[in-house]
């Protein structure tokens, strides 16, 4: 009796090893969840090895086990473990949608443009993000001549947002079609090009490649 308790105690525990080795071997090295050392992929790829041999002395050497089963066991505990590890990552992976719109398409000459942007959190639960500014967003336009003509003024502080699951954070701009680089200049009938950007916690707002950007495009006529 005592043998058999042990025998299922030691069963238990090689399934929990084997489900602690795939869920976290998942975690480090497929769904990039977690930053892993630099030794963690050799300990890794020693680790199933040396598992498998002990359990074979184990179970198999002491004839409590066929060969069959002790695989089918390993089998099934690591699929449980991708199972769990992969919901677990459905849930805890950010999903936004981050878009710049305006009222219109088509304005005047002189006609206010209303901008909205607007990034939205699709998973599952709350997310936050950090910006290196406070709105957080910079609003930026230029014409296709890569001529950049407005933008939106910007205080640096790092400020952290947390936006909960199917809520958005919106924020509303106007452009009055004044060229801020040159304002005796008047603004051109022409496309233009509308860029909304949410830099990261560097201190460069407009050259920061981790943050979120969309474009939009408006016609300016003169009639």
Do not use: C
């Not at 040396?50 to 050497?61: E, K």
């Not at 910006?131 to 933008?151: E, G, N, Q």
């Not at 502080?157 to 452009?175: G, K, S």
């Amino acid at each position: 009796m005592a043998q058999k308790t042990k025998f299922k105690s030691y069963t238990l525990l090689f399934s929990i090893v084997v489900f602690i080795v795939t869920s976290v071997g998942l975690a480090f090295l497929y769904y990039k969840m977690l930053d892993p050392p630099f030794w963690f992929t050799f300990a890794y790829i020693a680790a199933y090895p040396l598992l498998i041999i002990l359990a074979y002395d184990l179970f198999v050497g002491g004839s409590k086990l066929s060969r069959k089963k002790l695989f089918l066991l390993f089998l099934g505990a690591s699929i449980i473990s991708a199972i769990v590890t992969h919901s677990v990552w459905i849930v805890v992976t950010p999903r936004w949608a981050f878009s710049v719109t305006t009222d219109k398409n088509t304005y005047r000459l002189g006609e206010s443009v209303q901008i909205t942007v607007s990034i939205e959190n699709r998973g599952f639960i709350a997310h936050s993000f950090k910006s290196s500014i406070s709105d957080p967003i910079v609003i930026f336009i230029r014409t296709s001549f890569l001529t950049y003509v407005w933008y939106t003024p910007y205080h640096y502080n790092i400020t952290e947002f947390t936006v909960f699951p199917n809520q958005r954070l919106e924020r509303t701009f106007v452009w009055n079609q004044t060229n801020i680089y040159h304002p005796e200049k008047e603004i051109e009938p022409a496309t233009y090009y509308i860029g909304a950007h949410i830099p990261g916690s560097s201190f460069e707002p407009f050259i920061d490649y981790e943050s979120f950007r969309a474009w939009a495009s408006i016609n300016i006529t003169s009639t």
